[in-house]
T-cell receptor, first 115, second 114 residues
């Protein structure tokens, strides 16, 4: 079945450590997105990518970095500069379509906590 | 800029009760509107969508009508079940943009008791 796979499901970070969250999709989608979810705040966009080797900052990109070397993969690195990284991280993808009519498909998320 | 406002929860209902979750939006272009549902510990699933004014999206007994005059997209269900307990998100994307990014409301927690 086609879908989006995020790993790991749970992740713990030590102070000063960078951690990378994996996101892989086999839907052949061009666009991919990373969101951060905090209780009572909905989803906030961190980074997004429309094509391979290109990505743009979202609303809360500080302390995060991404790469898009392959169409199916869009890993997110939470750097030590992100002072409050504890959250639920969601990856999504969508087909490029006529101005946003294509719905986004989501993975099951990674919950990141600080040790 | 584009934004979505949805009613704050939590919403608690008895089984077979009528559900309404209000959603209003602000958009500079011509948005498509979505409702997503999130079950505990999972990602979001698309519940329904509408792409132009007066369209009605429907799925699994849920409905929402795109009302341009009131900039609203309220979610309704005539008879909720315990299995409908989840967090519901209203969202929009600008059809005039190729970016396809979604703007989400804060989510409404629904709990249905038997």
């Amino acid at each position: 079945d086609g879908g989006i796979t995020q790993s790991p499901k749970y992740l713990f970070r030590k102070e000063g450590q960078n951690v990378t969250l994996s996101c892989e999709q086999n839907l052949n989608h061009d666009a991919m997105y990373w969101y951060r979810q905090d209780p009572g705040q909905g989803l906030r966009l961190i980074y997004y990518s429309q094509i391979v080797n290109d990505f743009q900052k979202g609303d809360i990109a500080e302390g995060y970095s991404v790469s898009r070397e392959k169409k199916e993969s869009f890993p997110l690195t939470v750097t030590s500069a992100q002072k409050n990284p504890t959250a639920f991280y969601l990856c999504a993808s969508s087909a490029q379509g006529s101005g946003g009519n294509q719905p986004q498909h989501f993975g099951d998320g990674t919950r990141l906590s600080i040790l | 800029g584009d934004s979505v406002t949805q009613m704050e929860g939590p919403v608690t209902l008895s089984e077979e009760a009528f559900l309404t979750i209000n959603c209003t939006y602000t958009a500079t272009g011509y948005p498509s509107l979505f409702w997503y549902v999130q079950y505990p510990g999972e990602g979001l699933q698309l519940l329904l969508k509408a792409t132009k004014a007066d369209d009605k999206g429907s799925n699994k007994g849920f409905e929402a009508t795109y009302r341009k005059e009131t900039t609203s997209f309220h979610l309704e269900k005539g008879s909720v079940q315990v299995s409908d307990s989840a967090v519901y998100f209203c969202a929009l994307t600008d059809r005039g943009s190729t970016l396809g990014r979604l703007y989400f409301g804060r989510g409404t927690q629904l709990t249905v008791w038997p």
